[in-house]
């Protein structure tokens, strides 16, 4: 997949992809107007984003209804020395009738996420100037 991106006004910047637009802004202390969330918000937002779709894809297929079902995502700092180091933790809230049977395999349908797999297969990366 191509993302281009743009410098918009302030410190706002537009990715555009497969027909989409993502606005970005930074926080009133890093000179933003903090209009449109950060970057890292939007990748933070990603995971549970993912997983919640397999979540539904999952009871979709099995005929269980998903009302009431929630997930949440906290990020942790546990060292402050390394503040790139995260720990993210994923809350679940099955709905009063959700089968128990199913309790373990919906969270590894969530596990089946491809923004983690990604992130847990450490991707490379590479920048370039091009002329």
């Known amino acids: 997949m191509r993302i281009e991106v743009n410098l918009l006004s302030g410190q706002q910047l537009k990715a555009t992809f497969a027909g989409h637009e993502i606005i970005s802004d930074q926080s009133i202390d ?34 269980i209804d998903t009302t009431g079902l929630t997930l949440s995502q906290e990020v942790i700092t546990p060292d402050e020395q390394n503040p790139y180091k995260k720990k993210i933790l994923m809350n679940v809230s099955l709905p009063n009738n959700f089968p128990k049977k199913y309790e373990k395999a919906i969270l590894a349908s969530a596990n089946t996420c491809t923004v983690k797999k990604v992130i847990q297969a450490m991707p490379e990366f590479e920048i370039q100037v091009v002329k």
Do not use: I, T, W
Not at 30 to 57: Q, T
């Open 30 to 63: 890093a000179g933003g107007g903090a209009e449109h969330p950060e970057p890292f918000d939007y990748f933070l937002s990603s995971m549970p984003l993912c997983a919640a779709f397999y979540m539904r894809k999952f009871c979709q297929q099995r005929d």
